[in-house]
């Protein structure tokens, strides 16, 4: 979820960007949530981000998240 983040706003490690300043909550049928502090919740506030939706999904050792 992490990386499809910043994939979906155009950043990445390296641009101002940690991802242990990524917290990702999930509660049983709710969508996840990421929150952003430190320089990384700035530097993607910079980049346009305001709020994003996600999706993740694992099975059988596969994992896949979107963000939009």
Known sequence: AKEALLKAVGVG???GVRLSDIDVATDRGSAPTLRCD???G???A???LRHARFS???DHGFAVAVAL
Do not use: K, P, V, W
Request: charged fraction near 20%; avoid cysteine; aromatic fraction near 0%.
């Open 42 to 44: 700035a530097t993607l």
């Open 38 to 40: 430190g320089e990384t």
């Open 56 to 58: 993740i999904s694992h």
């Open 46 to 48: 910079r980049a346009g």
């Open 13 to 15: 490690i390296g641009d």
